[in-house]
């Protein structure tokens, strides 16, 4: 007999697109110079969400931001515990020296997912500069990471997930746990 979770609404559509354009403000705050920033994605959602971001940005600056992905995969050391999934293509578009480089990802739990990113990345070079955004912080953290942009922080427990769900993916949109 399996049991059938509820599936509660974190962020409505419009909560969601609110959350979108606030994190893109913070960004343009927060960032000297958007022509030295590299947007990159992290599989799965990250890569979506660094789409919109991009696409955001480009809206309320006028300025083409570049964007990328990286797939951390071989540079975790939980394999065994959180299995393999197919892999992703990394795609880095520029020499990442002395780039400001914004990993995205759409929900941090315990940080090993950007520690892995983080270890795939320096693989490619020595950006000048790394920061975090990440759509949900579940908490959990097992590791000292910290999103330097976060769209909300929702405690879960452990058996939970989150899932974040963007409309050109999925057909529908917003920040659901279940």
Known sequence: MSIKTKRIEILTED?????????????????KSLDNLLLVGIPTRG??????????LSY??????????????FYRD?????????????????????????????????GRTIRAAMDALYSWGRPQRVMLLV????????LPIQPDFCG????TRKNETISLRLKSVDNEEGVFLE
């Open 78 to 110: 939980d394999q065994n515990r959180v299995g393999t999934r197919l892999i992703k293509v990394t795609d880095i578009p520029t020499p990442i020296e002395k780039q400001e480089i914004l990993l995205i990802d759409d929900v941090i739990y315990t």
């Open 60 to 73: 309320k600056t006028g300025l083409r931001i570049r964007k990328g992905s990286i797939d951390p995969t």
């Open 135 to 142: 759509m949900v912080d579940r908490g959990h953290r097992e």
């Open 47 to 56: 890569i979506d969400l660094a789409e919109v971001l991009e696409k955001e």
């Open 152 to 155: 909300k922080k929702v405690p």
């Open 15 to 31: 909560e969601l697109r609110k959350t979108i354009s606030r994190l893109t403000s913070e960004i343009i705050e927060k960032v």
